[in-house]
């Protein structure tokens, strides 16, 4: 049994409302291909696993960042700081190609992977695993490199926006 158009697309806007609710922090995933790098921002980065140690990233096959993971590309999930917000903007489509690599300061691991020198957090990864759901492809990556930088102070993505999250000191312990 099918569902009812009508209904999909409810449920579907009504699940669109509901997730600009949720505050994520942003990244920046980046990647390589031959001579070529590729970013893009995203707020669908989750860890996996400790044992191994192993994280996702959800992308959409449209993306431009798509071919070069669909190929088996190794990525960095790069953690932006809140004054990353320019790059963030720069990796959601104000930039295209090569051009989003002229915000902020740029370097590749032993490997070629491109990572953001000041990011809160490089988590480099070599894929292991993927599969495809709907629009989108679940890459795994086992993680390979983490590089830690500056004070924990994420930028954050909610309801269409960008911000910070509360000043150091301020939150409340688990």
């Not at 579907?12 to 893009?40: N, P």
């Not at 999930?77 to 903007?89: E, G, S, W």
Request: overall charge negative; hydrophobic content about 40%; proline content about 6%.
């Amino acid at each position: 049994m099918s569902a009812n158009p009508e209904t999909s697309t409810a449920l579907r806007d009504d699940m669109l409302k509901a997730m600009r609710r949720m505050a994520r922090s942003v990244a920046v995933i980046s990647c390589r291909q031959g001579e070529r790098r590729y970013s893009m921002s995203v707020t669908a980065v989750d860890s996996l696993s400790a044992d191994p140690p192993s994280l996702l990233i959800c992308i959409n096959r449209n993306a431009s960042i798509y071919p070069p993971l669909d190929a088996g590309a190794d990525f960095c999930i790069n953690l932006l700081a809140a004054d990353h917000r320019d790059i963030a903007v720069d990796c959601s489509g104000r930039l295209k190609g090569e051009e989003r690599f002229t915000s902020g300061e740029w370097e590749d691991d032993l490997l070629g992977v491109p990572c953001l020198r000041d990011a809160q957090a490089n988590l480099v990864c070599s894929q292991d695993g993927r599969f495809d759901y709907g629009t989108h492809a679940v890459f795994i990556g086992r993680l390979r490199e983490v590089r830690l930088a500056g004070e924990v102070s994420p930028l954050v993505y909610v309801d269409g926006a960008y911000t910070t999250s509360a000043p150091p000191g301020a939150l409340c312990p688990a």
